[in-house]
């Protein structure tokens, strides 16, 4: 595609349930990045995958986290047993190699009630 | 481990005025990029300005400019003839290298008053 896109753009969900959030990146690109953004606040890194590298987990908050990334494209972010405190946006970003600009999707802003 | 300081929380500026938002780092690195992004509230994220470590002149893009000191490891970003759209937050980021996280800086918002 064009860009990098995310998906769903708002998920509202009950506390206690997973949620998963869909990034695909721009077709040919090795890095691919998620972070996490608090009302106003800074991006927290989460995880960075590169090519057919162990992905980067350093950023991850708590084992309720997981990523993957299939066949080096489409990432998913998957949420366990959501907590209020889990509510933010959540970026996904991709780029052709590590040390090049990185592309931005839009977002999913995640609330959890 | 690479980090990114950004000391300004909050910066603003009048219409028509110039602006710099600061930023510092840190890497082991010689020869790296670094990059000004802008997020304004629709939250899409935009490049602004990159600055190549091995390049001494200063990026420029339109009124966007770099003051960047390799040794002092500073790299300011300059907005000249502030317009209302260019109120957003701004981040400073250093890229990776060896499988490192793009790190970013806490950001800056900056309000424009008309």
């Known amino acids: 595609g064009a860009g990098v896109s995310q998906s769903p753009s708002n998920k509202v969900t009950e506390k206690g349930k997973d949620v998963e959030l869909r990034c695909d990146p721009i077709s040919g690109h090795t890095a691919l990045y998620w972070y996490r953004q608090s009302l106003g606040q800074g991006l927290e890194f989460l995880i960075y995958?590169?090519?057919?590298?162990?992905?980067?987990k350093s950023g991850l908050p708590s084992d309720r986290f997981s990523a993957e990334r299939t066949g080096g494209s489409v990432s998913t972010l998957t949420i366990q047993r959501t907590q209020q405190e889990d509510s933010a946006v959540y970026l996904c970003?991709?780029?052709?190699?590590?040390?090049?600009?990185?592309?931005f999707g839009q977002g999913t802003r995640l609330t959890v009630v | 481990a690479q980090t990114v300081t950004q000391s300004q929380p909050e910066m603003s500026v009048q219409e028509a005025e110039t602006v710099t938002l600061s930023c510092t780092y840190d890497?082991?690195?010689?020869?790296?990029?670094l990059f000004w992004y802008k997020q304004p509230p629709s939250r899409q994220m935009i490049l602004v300005i990159r600055?190549?470590?091995?390049?001494?002149q200063n990026a420029t893009e339109n009124r966007f400019s770099v003051n960047f000191q390799k040794a002092a490891k500073s790299f300011s970003l300059k907005i000249s003839d502030s317009q209302l759209g260019d109120a957003a937050m701004y981040f400073c980021t250093l890229p990776p290298r060896d499988n490192n996280d793009m790190r970013f800086g806490a950001g800056t918002r900056l309000t424009v008053k008309p």
């Open positions: 600055q190549e470590a091995y390049k001494q």
């Open positions: 970003a991709s780029s052709p190699w590590g040390q090049t600009e990185a592309f």
């Open positions: 995958f590169q090519g057919n590298s162990a992905p980067d």
């Open positions: 890497t082991s690195e010689s020869d790296y990029y």
